[in-house]
């Protein structure tokens, strides 16, 4: 009798432990399938103390053959208990995944350190191109209210070459001393103030002209800074993506100046263009700061340029240390002594970027400064439609750049030489202007969309270039493709000063527009492509081994 009186509780345990199941399960079944957090975790706290006290029973601590009952009911499989607890399981992992989608922002907080720094490299240079542009807009405005005339106004806009190609050399040897980091910062500082300052001075020529030659140094400095950073940060796998989406920048920047300034002028006046776009830059380098507390803190992708690379990911072939913002003199001249200046000018592939510079150069400047006025006088076009059409030339160069990086990645991740790559890309920047200017410049009858369209089209492919040359300077020497970039970029300013100006007196004495604009344009990129194809290489050079040897010899 003991015994069957001690099996009752257990008895009653296991009938009620069923139903308790059920009714369990049937909540369960009543919730919807993507139940509210709270509830399906109500639910399950619900069914698991129900298992609970089921496999425990209300009687756990007897002894003897209550002991014995218990054990025998506890290892009763249900099936169902084991997808409900699985369910609930993966409930909980949902729960976490949206969590962790919650809490990452900024959006950009997971990527990379190279690609958040390459990002904002990118809007340095929009800002730059902005405000390269605004000048060209606010020009006319300026000009009715000082009286200026087209030589004035010339002299004022050609300023900025001055400063631009005096910055080059002293850009790419900084950003090699100090860091492209640091000189990036600076000049995108420089440029801003020296922007948001003309207003002011606007009255007196001397201080005007002084203006845009400080927004020229700064924006010189620039192209160096990001080469730098490019060549310390990007393996070559990436390195075309990298230089268009920096470099890319400046079509971006083109368009965005040439669609805001005017709206902004005929609202606010000339002078709010320029108090607009410097703060912009101002508060470019406010979250710059940012970004750089983020890298210090996540050192994961960061690289140690004070170690020799294996040659494993890509990134620098040679021990290169950053020296601190506090340099002495004697360091900076020792530092000028140690480049390799005399090697750098041995190399044909040294020259052959520094002519291809100076050819697309010609091209990029004469026909973006002067193409507007092209359109107005030549097309019969009115200055509205001379301006929009003027904005076609850097969209397209946009959408070229989308295409001309990733494939020129791809055709190096599969094999393909880099040099043979880097000249495809540069062939099709030199011949795609030039057969599109030939057409243009030749009397054929066409309608004006079609010569807009061919001028666009073959200044958009000139884009390749990103991909060509201006991965070159990266290819074949990464601890100088600052410096060598502020050599060619030197040269390349060269028609900024000299190729503007040269084209109005060309079409004041020969009143042809294809032999003043279009032919010597064409005449540079034919030659340019001629001298590529034989002499440039991506092949890597030691230009410090070099040196050492050439001082061996001298020494015997």
């Given amino acids: ?70 054990k025998r009911s506890v290892p ?12 609930g399981d993966r409930g909980d992992e949902e729960e976490e995944e949206e969590g962790k ?24 240079f929009v800002i730059c191109n902005m405000d390269k542009v605004n000048l060209s807009v606010a020009i006319i405005p300026m000009s009715h209210q000082y009286g200026w005339n087209s030589s004035t106004a010339g002299l004022v806009q050609s300023s900025f070459f001055w400063g631009y190609a005096l910055s080059q050399l002293p850009g790419g040897w900084l950003a090699k001393l100090i860091g492209g980091r640091t000189v990036l910062k600076v000049g995108v500082l420089v440029w801003s103030l020296s922007t948001a300052i003309i207003p002011a001075v606007a009255g007196f020529m001397p201080g005007l002209v002084l203006s845009r030659i400080l927004v020229g140094i700064g924006e010189g400095v620039s192209p ?24 890319g920048g400046l079509s ?4 965005l100046g040439y669609l805001f300034a005017p709206p902004i002028i005929q609202n606010l006046g000339w002078e709010s263009v320029f108090y607009i776009f410097g703060l912009l830059g101002v508060i470019w380098c406010i979250v710059f700061e940012s970004i750089k507390e983020l890298q210090s803190s996540d050192n994961e992708d960061t690289l140690n340029l004070e170690q020799t690379d294996t040659g494993s990911n890509g990134i620098i072939s040679s021990p290169t240390s950053l020296k601190s913002s506090d340099t002495s003199l004697e360091e900076m001249k020792d530092s000028i002594k140690d480049v390799p200046w005399r090697e750098f000018f041995k190399s044909k592939a040294v020259w052959a970027m520094i002519y291809a510079h100076f050819c697309g150069s010609w091209g990029h400047y004469t026909c973006l400064s002067w ?31 989308s295409i001309a990086a990733p494939f020129a990645d791809n055709l190096i991740s599969t094999g393909v030489d880099t040099t043979k790559v880097r000249k495809i890309c540069q062939t099709i920047a030199f011949l795609s202007p030039a057969a599109f200017m030939m057409l243009s410049s030749v009397d054929l009858g066409l309608p004006p ?52 100006a040269l084209t109005g007196y060309l079409v004041d004495t020969t009143h042809s527009w294809s032999i003043s604009l279009f032919a010597p344009s064409i005449f540079f990129y034919l030659t340019g492509t001629v001298v590529w194809l034989t002499f440039a290489s991506s092949e890597p050079q030691d230009f410090n081994k ?11």
């Fill in 449 to 500: 969309w079609v010569i807009v369209a061919f001028l666009t089209s073959g200044l958009a492919l000139s884009s390749f270039a990103l991909a060509g040359l201006y991965c070159t300077h990266q290819d074949i020497s990464r601890e100088y493709a600052s410096i060598l970039l502020g050599i060619t970029n030197t040269v390349g300013a060269v028609p900024g000063i000299v190729g503007v």
């Fill in 252 to 255: 971006f920047g083109s368009v």
């Fill in 76 to 87: 009763v499989p249900v099936p169902e208990v084991a997808e409900v607890k699985r369910g």
């Fill in 224 to 247: 160096s800074a990001a080469t730098d950073l490019i060549a310390r940060t990007i393996p070559i796998q990436e390195r075309s993506r990298a230089v268009a989406v920096v470099f």
């Fill in 1 to 70: 009798m003991a015994s069957t009186s001690a099996l009752q509780p257990e008895r009653c345990c296991l009938l009620a432990a069923p139903r308790r199941r059920r009714q369990a399960h049937h909540l369960l079944r009543m919730l919807p399938p993507r139940a509210p957090p709270a509830l399906s975790f109500l639910s399950r706290r619900l069914f698991r103390r129900g298992a609970a006290r089921f496999s425990s029973g209300d009687g756990g601590g007897r002894a003897g053959s209550a002991g014995a009952v218990e």
């Fill in 371 to 401: 193409l507007p006025t092209f359109f107005s006088e030549e097309l019969d076009l009115n200055l509205t439609e001379a301006a929009w059409v003027s904005i076609l030339p850097p969209l397209g160069s946009m959408i070229i750049t």
């Fill in 546 to 556: 070099s040196a050492s040897e050439s001082l061996a010899e001298s020494n015997q």
């Fill in 101 to 124: 989608l919650e809490l990452t922002w900024p959006p950009w907080e997971g990527l990379p350190e190279r690609y958040r720094l390459m990002g904002a490299t990118s809007l340095a």
